[in-house]
């Protein structure tokens, strides 16, 4: 029996492309892995009391990243994080990082752009939390970004997601 072996669709002619099951599970990953920025976006924003209390909300004048990153100052490069800690710009860049990554993953535009900054954002995450407490290299943020590094080469964006829309096709960078 032959195996097919799937291919990202990167010509701008190619709109009609025939799905088969791995498309959708590589659309289903892409939808979830950005709903999990989304929410952490969404919940650090208006602190809905999952991960964030109300009054260290966003707006309601909390920092978004002091809880995580002051928790790191016992850690390998803990002095490097910790200072980072409750800065405004490092509060913005982390939100609209959040956003970005959670909205161009779960819509299927720029999902390149999103599986390079979503890893970049996820290693220093891991990096902070140096040494880790269950296992001596892997957690859910390496995982993360090999999941993020296969939805941008596979072309996760084209099923489930506006990743077929006309300027998608034709601006590589929206891909």
């Avoid at 209390?53 to 909390?62: D, E, I, R, S, V």
């Avoid at 001596?136 to 997601?161: K, N, Q, R």
């Amino acid at each position: 029996m032959a195996t097919t072996i799937h291919r990202p669709v990167t010509d701008v002619a190619a709109a009609k492309v025939e799905r088969t099951p791995v498309d959708y599970v590589w659309a289903l990953a892409r939808i979830a892995i950005g709903w999990v920025f989304l929410w952490a976006f969404l919940d650090k924003t208006f602190g809905w009391g999952f991960a964030t209390p109300a009054n260290k909300a966003w707006l309601a004048g909390g920092s978004p990243t002091t809880g995580f990153l002051k928790g790191t100052g016992e850690n390998a490069l803990g002095g490097l994080f910790a200072g980072l800690a409750g800065q405004a710009w490092v509060d913005w860049l982390f939100m609209a990082g959040l956003l970005g990554i959670g909205a161009a993953l779960v819509l299927g535009v720029g999902t390149r752009v999103a599986a390079v900054t979503g890893t970049l954002l996820l290693a220093m995450m891991w990096a902070a939390e140096l040494p880790l407490a269950t296992n001596p290299f892997l957690d859910e943020h390496i995982i993360y970004a090999i999941v993020l590094i296969g939805l941008a080469l596979t072309g996760a964006g084209t099923t489930l997601g506006l990743g077929n829309l006309p300027i998608v096709r034709r601006n590589a960078w929206l891909r």
